[in-house]
């Protein structure tokens, strides 16, 4: 168990509403980054962050925005949920730095946009 | 273009039966690394096994080895004696060190094992 704790498990929200998600990670790792996961997809990187205040962009960035003040701790906001914001959002961390080579993967999240 | 493709959407594989699972993928950073994850039906993301670009042996997880051939971007995961505890998603990483330590993911391949 990697100490990862994904919040909330299961969401449903309407369209144009803000939508936060929590990240909290008890291991200290460097790196955190959110995922999402849809059908025929894969998972694509929607944010990553490097360190405190120290985040940039992936492959599916629009509309989502994110900060980690902490270590322990990485937020995904969407601002104005859309349908299309519909998915399996997965946090993860790593700590190369420490050797560490592999992702370590919280639970995910069930988003669901009305 | 894609950084990783796994051109296998869906397998079936008799229980007992070994099955390969393909993946290739595409850098020019000397530097990377290689993963395959297991995701079974109820969600999770589940490491199974590693292969950096620089390792002269293939890698080897109980059941799981990776099939690493550098010249052709390839690492195919090899599952032996499969399960029906196999059945499951399989997502091939790879992550290269020049991008700021991201993580590239196929699109998967679902496995069946057959009683």
């Known amino acids: 168990d990697a100490g990862i704790t994904q919040s909330p498990r299961h969401k449903v929200t309407e369209t144009g509403t803000p939508v936060t998600l929590r990240c909290h990670q008890t291991?200290?790792?460097?790196?955190m980054y959110w995922y999402r996961q849809d059908p025929g997809h894969g998972l694509r990187l929607i944010h990553y962050?490097?360190?405190?205040?120290?985040?940039d962009k992936g492959e599916v960035s629009d509309g989502y925005s994110v900060s980690r003040s902490k270590t322990e701790d990485f937020l995904l906001t969407l601002e104005s949920a859309t349908s299309s914001q519909t998915s399996v959002y997965f946090c993860?961390?790593?700590?190369?730095?420490?050797?560490?080579?592999?992702?370590?993967f919280g639970s995910g999240t069930q988003l669901s946009v009305l | 273009a894609q950084k990783i493709t796994q051109t296998q959407p869906g397998m079936f594989v008799q229980e007992k039966e070994a099955v390969t699972l393909d993946c290739t993928y595409d850098t020019s950073d000397p530097s990377y690394g290689l993963f395959w994850y297991k995701q079974p039906s109820s969600g999770e993301m589940i490491f199974l096994i590693y292969q950096g670009s620089y390792d002269q042996q293939n890698a080897t997880e109980g059941r799981y080895s990776l099939n690493f051939q550098k010249a052709r971007k390839s690492a195919n995961l090899v599952i032996s004696a499969s399960q029906l505890g196999d059945s499951a998603m399989y997502f091939c990483a790879m992550r290269e060190g020049r991008t700021g330590n991201q993580f590239y993911f196929g699109t998967g391949t679902s496995l069946t094992v057959i009683p």
């Open positions: 962050s490097y360190g405190v205040k120290d985040t």
């Open positions: 291991e200290n790792h460097r790196y």
């Open positions: 993860a961390i790593s700590d190369p730095d420490r050797g560490g080579e592999k992702l370590f």
